[in-house]
């Protein structure tokens, strides 16, 4: 089976350094949108494409993940955008599962931040290969080495960079792009980028001087040597295998660098790659089709109650109305309307290869972490769900609405947003998270879109741990612990702790137990 050309890729970033605006100037470039919103601009303009839950418009933040396809020069480009915000590390864990290379953007003037760094371990756990995009370079910065060095310093990567600003700031001039010896230059009032280059020799040309300054020209060609000079030189398997890193440098909001890396995209980052899976990893050219859901989203459309779970195709081509089996309940079902999404906006797919995200809509029936096949031989690993960090007792305002409360409480949990556990004493549901954040995305959730009043109580808990061992030795502990057990929304056994010394005073008593902090789906 021949696959058509996909790149299916991340963008990681700390909270603002560009992230979202590099996604609508990529879609823009890519010719997906007409008009990008603009992370800064005021009121309605204000609201980002890719953003559209009501929190992320009122905080001009992401916090769940969007996936948006375009196509350029007969490559598909499915783009995952991730949530920066550092609570939301568990649904960013599970999207960056689903793809194969990704794009890390870090502000000049700040450097490698700790969500970053985070998020770069991720993506080393499961090799995947990163492009670095230098963004905002049109404002004061770090100085370019500087930053190359932190990448390599800090990530332990070769750096290879693949394109140099003509000073920063007030004195930026524009990017030279080492590989086609391009110059692009700042146009008009707004300093921005029109698509517009010179084309040069290379860097010793003389027409150099007639676009640029002086001083500009002489600091340029000395950084410039430098920069070939001392830096490794672009090896395309040392990048694929997640050892090399080639950094671009740009500005998202001036449209500077972002056509090259697109290109770069094009070029060097891997087509759909094996998925690891029992009894084998999934080959892209297998027959059959294979997919893993990553995500499910409810309410995605407030006017209908939907709920659409993400499916990362692995294997095999997808055609409206196959029956398709899913590792949770066994049973097939048909998908009928497959969904090829752009942000809020969908249209129907009638067919999909590996490397595209489809979605399903579906009521429940699909989790996070289900392998979808046409044979049902195969599951997916590797999408765990983490133990959280903060746990909470939620109570409601309106004690009638007990039902709507367990509905939304399951709808959210099935998504990965929080995580519920119901305690073997006591009536009230614990809630847990991984970051403060997600409480108040919680709360903000449940009015918007199930009208529900609840507050947050504190727990007397500090953290969870699943327990593995034998069923006897776990009734035996339960029933000594019977306060601090509960049971996850699967009815597996979850010992609830006090705090983090307890949790080790415990596993040391009882050595046949496993007490774990993930549990895979």
């Not at 953003?51 to 916090?63: A, C, F, H, T």
């Not at 649904?91 to 890390?104: E, G, H, I, P, W």
């Not at 000073?167 to 029109?194: C, H, W």
């Not at 939620?394 to 399951?410: G, H, M, V």
Request: glycine letters at 8%; charged letters at 25%.
């Amino acid at each position: 089976m021949t696959v058509p050309s996909r790149r299916t890729f991340a963008i990681i970033s700390h909270p603002d350094a560009g992230k979202t605006t590099l996604t609508e100037k990529l879609l823009l470039e890519g010719g997906a949108i007409h008009l990008a919103g603009e992370v800064k601009a005021r009121g309605a303009n204000r609201r980002a494409r890719s953003d559209w839950m009501k929190i992320e418009q009122q905080r001009g933040i992401s916090v769940t993940s969007s996936v948006m396809t375009f196509e350029r020069n007969g490559v598909t480009f499915n783009l995952l955008d991730t949530p920066g915000h550092e609570d939301f590390s568990e649904d960013t864990y599970r999207t960056l599962t689903a793809v194969d290379s990704a794009v890390m953007v870090i502000d000049a003037a700040k450097g490698i931040e700790p969500q970053t760094l985070k998020l770069f371990e991720v993506c080393r756990l499961r090799s995947v290969p990163i492009i670095t995009f230098v963004n905002k370079v049109d404002r004061e910065g770090r100085d370019c080495f500087a930053i190359l060095d932190e990448v390599a310093d800090k990530l332990a990567l070769d750096v290879c960079p693949m394109s140099w600003p003509v000073g920063m700031g007030g004195e930026f001039e524009g990017i030279y792009d080492f590989a086609t010896n391009r110059l692009m230059q700042p146009v008009g009032p707004s300093k921005e980028f029109d698509g517009s280059f010179t084309q040069f020799e290379g860097l010793d040309d003389p027409r150099l001087a007639d676009f640029l300054s002086a001083e500009g020209l002489a600091r340029f060609h000395e950084e410039a040597e430098l920069a070939q000079g001392g830096y490794a030189s672009f090896d395309l398997a040392g990048y694929r295998h997640g050892d090399l890193t080639p950094v671009y440098f740009g500005s998202a909001l001036k449209r500077f660098g972002v056509g090259e890396l697109i290109e770069a995209l094009a070029n060097h980052a891997p087509p759909p790659r094996a998925q690891p899976a029992e009894p084998v990893a999934v080959e892209p050219e297998r027959s059959d089709v294979t997919g893993f859901i990553f995500k499910v989203q409810a309410n995605m459309d407030p006017q209908h109650r939907d709920r659409i779970a993400f499916m990362r195709l692995c294997s095999g081509k997808f055609r409206r109305g196959m029956k398709l089996t899913p590792s949770g309940t066994g049973k097939p079902i048909a998908v009928h309307s497959p969904i090829l999404f752009f942000a809020q906006d969908r249209e129907i797919a009638d067919e999909a290869f590996p490397g595209d995200i489809i979605g399903i809509p579906n009521h429940g029936t699909l989790r996070v972490g289900d392998t979808l096949s046409e044979k049902a031989d195969v599951r997916f690993t590797g999408l765990p769900n983490f133990a959280p960090e903060i746990l909470r007792r939620i109570a409601l305002k309106d004690p009638t609405k007990t039902k709507q409360l367990r509905k939304a409480l399951d709808d959210l949990s099935e998504e990965g947003v929080i995580q519920v556990f119901y305690p073997e004493i006591g009536s009230q549901w614990i809630i847990g998270v991984v970051g403060q954040l997600q409480l108040d995305v919680l709360i903000s959730r449940l009015e918007a879109e199930y009208k529900v009043d609840a507050v947050l109580e504190p727990a007397p808990f500090d953290t969870a741990r699943w327990l593995s061992g034998a069923a006897r030795k776990i009734d035996d502990f339960a029933s000594i612990n019977r306060s601090s057990m509960a049971r996850d929304r699967d009815d597996n056994p979850v010992f609830l702790a006090r705090s983090a010394w307890d949790v080790g005073y415990q596993a040391e008593r009882n050595p046949d137990l496993g007490f774990s902090a993930t549990k895979e789906r």
